[in-house]
């Protein structure tokens, strides 16, 4: 079989030229899917929920601790500051229902990233005066989620989470 009409510069088409473009193009889009599949797997931050009961029981009992909460009446504040180097200097202020600073608690907090779970970080505080503490931590300008998390005697009596922007 030939094409051109007149046989001029006219090639043959045969099966091993057809076979050849097959397997060029089958190679192409090969190698561009093993390429997408690597970027994709790559920068993939993970499932966060293995069990669909499970997190809906976790989500009852976070629920009845949401009403425990409510019922401390306590004021939690949060002030974030870049200082050096990008790192946030985080200051957090406890008071309880009479506007007292609460003593004898341990706090918690995290700086969480909206999208990638690798990039939290994990503030240590330290109690700089009854009812405020203090931590800074290396953290990239943009979107983040500030959960904070307050203790007595290893049981949890408040957690917030709050979206901050990081400049």
């Not at 976790?58 to 306590?74: C, G, K, M, P, S």
Request: net charge positive.
């Amino acid at each position: 079989m030939s094409f051109g009409g007149d046989g001029c510069g006219a090639r043959k088409v045969t099966g091993r030229t057809v076979l050849v473009w097959l397997v060029a193009f089958f190679g192409i889009v090969t190698a561009v899917n093993v390429v997408m599949i690597r970027a994709a797997v790559s920068t993939f931050g993970g499932l966060e929920t293995e069990s669909s009961y499970q997190a809906g029981l976790a989500f009852a009992r976070e629920a009845a601790d949401a009403r425990a909460q409510d019922a401390l009446h306590w004021r939690v504040d949060a002030r974030l500051a870049p200082v050096r180097d990008g790192a946030t200097d985080v200051v957090i202020e406890v008071r309880d229902a009479n506007s007292r600073p609460l003593a004898g608690i341990g706090a918690t907090a995290r700086l969480v990233h909206p999208t990638n779970q690798r990039d939290d970080r994990a503030l240590a505080l330290h109690e700089a005066q009854p009812g405020v503490f203090r931590g800074t931590t290396p953290a990239a300008a943009g979107q983040w989620d500030l959960v904070i998390e307050l203790a007595r005697d290893g049981a949890r009596m408040f957690r917030s989470k709050n979206r901050v922007l990081l400049r």
